[in-house]
């Protein structure tokens, strides 16, 4: 971007890996001309290792982070969410911009929100207004924290923009701006297409799984429940898991091995994951961001959690709330072809990171003018 000295310094905060396909629609957006501000991007440390965050940003576009704080996760979500906070807050004192932008609900994007709204710095959600009712999910207290102490609201269908105004947020600090996630993939998809399945794959001859949710992987028992329905599934089609880490590390913990038919991956980069993902007849998961690929992939999407802060996926049709126990009746229906087409959303159009970049110019602008 040219003139960047001069131009507003917008920090776009990345901790973990789901992070970085929605800030990616907003990079690229804000790279077309005329530049509205420098955008930097500020890696807290939460995902470090390759898999799950560097070779995303080669596969996204993205630049290698400007900003590295070094925060690595664990430790509980007390000591990750104040060792970032600690550092967010050193870095801003230091070198302190314009507005920070952060992508969805990990405790990196709390922490980040928290120390820049406490330094009087603006704060942007992309991806507000989720809910998904259940507060036992740290992931639902952390976004609705942030949605109340942020300035700019980008919610991904008018739906949840309504919600937000709803619950008593200024309307012009709210835009509905549609699904970044769907603008990365449609960006992708042709690239991530084009990659070598694992061997031994063929196109429609295997489902995906993704599990790493704490209710559904921390403790013995439900993780035993769901391997077992995995297993019930196999029988009907072999499922393929890219291990999350946190999944993995509790298998060993627990002494549970993937049942057969269920054939374990290392975690994949952004393009190879979505190729998998393109060329799968079915997905198994608990990850909010797979619910939304899969429904722009139009693929069925079987979602093992009792409720989702993406409902919008529900009514699209081809995205279901399934029990462990229900879960290979789901598989034969889907197989069957008794499952429903994925309907159009209306905003998951590939344009959210345009009508984000709108928003932002406005509000920088309307800041310029005031001071």
Same mark, same amino acid.
């Given at each position: 971007?040219?003139?960047?000295?001069?131009?507003?310094?917008?920090?776009? @905060?990345?901790?973990?890996?789901?992070?970085?396909?929605?800030?990616?629609?907003? +990079?690229?957006? =804000?790279?077309?001309?005329?530049?509205?501000?420098?955008?930097?991007?500020?890696? $807290?440390?939460?995902?470090?290792?390759?898999?799950?965050?560097?070779?995303?940003?080669? !596969?996204?576009?993205?630049?290698?982070?400007?900003?590295?704080?070094?925060?690595?996760? %664990?430790?509980?979500?007390?000591?990750?969410?104040?060792?970032?906070?600690?550092?967010?807050? !050193?870095? +801003?004192?230091?070198?302190?911009?314009?507005?920070?932008?952060?992508?969805?609900?990990?405790? %990196?994007?709390?922490?980040?929100?928290?120390?820049?709204?406490?330094?009087?710095?603006?704060?942007?959600?992309?991806?507000?207004?989720?809910?998904?009712? !259940?507060?036992?999910?740290?992931?639902?207290?952390?976004?609705?924290?942030? !949605?109340?102490?942020?300035?700019?609201? +980008?919610?991904?269908?008018?739906? $949840?923009?309504?919600?937000?105004?709803?619950?008593?947020?200024?309307?012009?600090?709210?835009?509905? @701006?549609?699904?970044?996630?769907?603008?990365?993939?449609?960006?992708?998809?042709?690239?991530?297409?084009?990659?070598?399945?694992?061997?031994?794959?063929?196109?429609?001859?295997?489902?995906?799984?993704?599990?790493?949710?704490?209710?559904?992987?921390?403790?013995? $028992?439900?993780?035993?429940?769901?391997?077992?329905?995995? %297993?019930?599934?196999?029988?009907?089609? *072999?499922?393929?898991?890219?291990?999350?880490?946190?999944?993995?590390?509790?298998?060993?913990? &627990?002494?549970?091995?993937?049942?057969?038919? @269920?054939?374990?991956? *290392?975690?994949?980069?952004?393009?190879? &994951?979505?190729?998998? =993902?393109?060329?799968?007849?079915?997905?198994?998961?608990?990850?909010?961001? @797979?619910?939304?690929?899969?429904?722009?992939?139009?693929?069925?999407?079987?979602?093992?959690?009792?409720?989702?802060?993406?409902?919008?996926?529900?009514?699209?049709?081809?995205?279901?709330?399934?029990? *462990?126990?229900?879960?290979?009746?789901?598989?034969?229906?889907?197989?069957?072809?008794? +499952?429903?087409?994925?309907?159009?959303?209306?905003?998951?159009?590939?344009?959210?990171?345009?009508?984000?970049?709108?928003?932002?110019?406005? &509000?920088?602008?309307?800041?310029?003018?005031?001071?």
């Amino acid at each position: 971007m040219g003139g960047g000295d001069r131009l507003p310094i917008v920090h776009l @905060v990345a901790a973990a890996r789901p992070n970085l396909p929605k800030l990616a629609a907003l +990079w690229h957006a =804000l790279a077309e001309a005329p530049p509205v501000c420098a955008p930097r991007l500020l890696h $807290t440390g939460q995902h470090q290792d390759p898999a799950m965050f560097g070779a995303h940003l080669a !596969d996204l576009g993205l630049p290698a982070p400007h900003i590295a704080l070094g925060v690595a996760g %664990g430790g509980g979500h007390a000591a990750t969410t104040g060792r970032t906070l600690i550092a967010c807050e !050193d870095e +801003w004192r230091a070198r302190r911009p314009a507005l920070v932008v952060v992508a969805g609900d990990v405790d %990196g994007a709390l922490a980040a929100a928290l120390a820049a709204r406490k330094l009087g710095i603006p704060v942007a959600h992309l991806e507000a207004g989720l809910r998904c009712g !259940d507060r036992a999910m740290p992931e639902e207290i952390n976004r609705r924290a942030v !949605d109340a102490i942020s300035d700019l609201l +980008w919610a991904p269908d008018a739906a $949840t923009a309504d919600r937000l105004r709803a619950e008593g947020h200024p309307p012009e600090a709210v835009r509905a @701006v549609g699904n970044a996630m769907i603008d990365s993939l449609r960006r992708a998809l042709p690239a991530a297409r084009a990659r070598p399945l694992p061997e031994g794959l063929a196109p429609g001859g295997y489902g995906v799984v993704t599990l790493h949710r704490p209710a559904n992987v921390d403790a013995p $028992t439900p993780l035993a429940r769901l391997l077992a329905a995995l %297993g019930e599934a196999a029988r009907r089609l *072999p499922l393929v898991w890219p291990l999350h880490p946190r999944t993995r590390a509790r298998l060993a913990a &627990f002494g549970l091995a993937l049942p057969p038919g @269920v054939r374990a991956l *290392p975690p994949l980069g952004y393009l190879d &994951f979505l190729g998998l =993902l393109a060329r799968a007849r079915l997905v198994a998961t608990d990850s909010g961001g @797979v619910q939304e690929e899969a429904t722009g992939l139009d693929l069925p999407c079987l979602t093992l959690r009792p409720s989702t802060e993406r409902p919008v996926t529900l009514e699209a049709g081809s995205n279901r709330l399934v029990a *462990p126990e229900g879960l290979a009746a789901a598989v034969a229906r889907a197989l069957a072809g008794d +499952w429903p087409r994925a309907a159009p959303i209306p905003l998951w159009d590939g344009r959210a990171g345009a009508r984000m970049r709108a928003h932002l110019a406005e &509000f920088l602008g309307a800041a310029r003018a005031a001071a």
